[in-house]
């Protein structure tokens, strides 16, 4: 992708500096840390930026998430103690969770039923592991239909805070929305990380989409967008997503996201690829 003209997109903070008293007027009116997210921290398996995770994945009415766990056979040691949460994705709400001993070589998995979703109505769910002891265990965070088992999404799980692709790219087509959603550790002690959310088109770097978002610990945020333009049927727009701090500060290490393209109508999720954070965005 050429790029011509580049211009350093520019954030200013809006907290005052100057005066004690107004910054912490300022600083109170952050988001608070969420209840949910402390229930991460009980017992030995409270999450660290040592955890795994996978997601935000949308599911609707009629899907499973399922959060698969494995100790591999190349293992040093006998067994695991492992932690698995599946929580939601915007509000941090714990919505299952398990502790389980997985043998060497062995696995094991934790369930989450969409149903009180409303036919339509996406809810976005992250999985976390943590393994006592920081034992060295795999994952998969998956979505099914809850009749026929079929398999409709998969995300590997990653080291929480961890490196990877920053410029992932996925086609979107007529009838389809990408969403950009952000995450932030529970483990992440910051009072609220502010974030920018940006959708780009990947062939000619136009912005299709962009939005702040100030984020407490264990919570999320997300940034749709529709196919740009309007296609015809057969028709796609290559899209990038871009997570990014909202004032050209480094993004804490805990931050992470998915890219996840789902049908407008139904609201199924249909591809899903995670993402990790850039220090700076230079828009076209």
């Not at 300022?26 to 402390?38: G, N």
């Not at 996406?122 to 965070?141: D, E, M, S």
């Not at 929305?177 to 550790?185: C, F, G, K, P």
């Not at 990380?193 to 136009?206: F, Q, S």
Request: glycine residues 12%; hydrophobic residues 40%; aromatic residues 4%.
């Amino acid at each position: 992708m050429t790029r011509k003209n580049p211009s350093r997109l520019r954030f200013r903070s809006v907290l005052p500096t100057v005066f004690a008293a107004a910054l912490a007027a300022a600083v109170s009116l952050a988001p608070a840390r969420p209840a949910q997210a402390d229930a991460l921290y009980e017992g030995d398996y409270g999450t660290t930026l040592k955890s795994l995770v996978a997601g935000p994945i949308g599911i609707v009415r009629g899907q499973t998430m399922r959060l698969n766990v494995r100790l591999p056979a190349s293992a040093r040691v006998a067994s695991a103690e492992v932690r698995l949460i599946l929580a939601d994705g915007i509000t941090g709400e714990v919505l299952a969770t398990r502790t389980d001993s997985v043998p060497r070589g062995q696995g094991t998995f934790l369930d989450y039923e969409e149903v009180a979703f409303a036919v339509g109505q996406r809810h976005c769910i992250i999985g976390l592991v943590t393994a006592k002891g920081l034992t060295p265990v795999v994952g998969t965070l998956q979505s099914f239909e809850t009749a026929s088992g079929r398999t409709v999404t998969a995300l590997p799980m990653s080291v929480v805070g961890g490196k990877g692709s920053t410029d992932n790219v996925i086609g979107l087509a007529s009838g389809q929305t990408m969403r950009l959603n952000a995450w932030v550790s529970p483990a992440v002690r910051n009072t609220a990380v502010n974030l920018r959310l940006v959708l780009i088109n990947g062939n000619d770097g136009r912005v299709l989409g962009s939005k702040g978002v100030a984020l407490s610990p264990g919570t999320g945020g997300f940034l749709d967008v529709t196919a740009d333009p309007p296609l015809e049927v057969g028709d796609r727009t290559c899209v990038v997503g871009i997570i990014t701090s909202a004032d050209g500060s480094r993004v804490p290490t805990g931050v992470s996201g998915v890219m996840q393209v789902y049908d407008t109508t139904s609201g199924v999720t249909l591809e899903a690829t995670p993402i990790h954070p850039v220090t700076s965005f230079t828009p076209l």
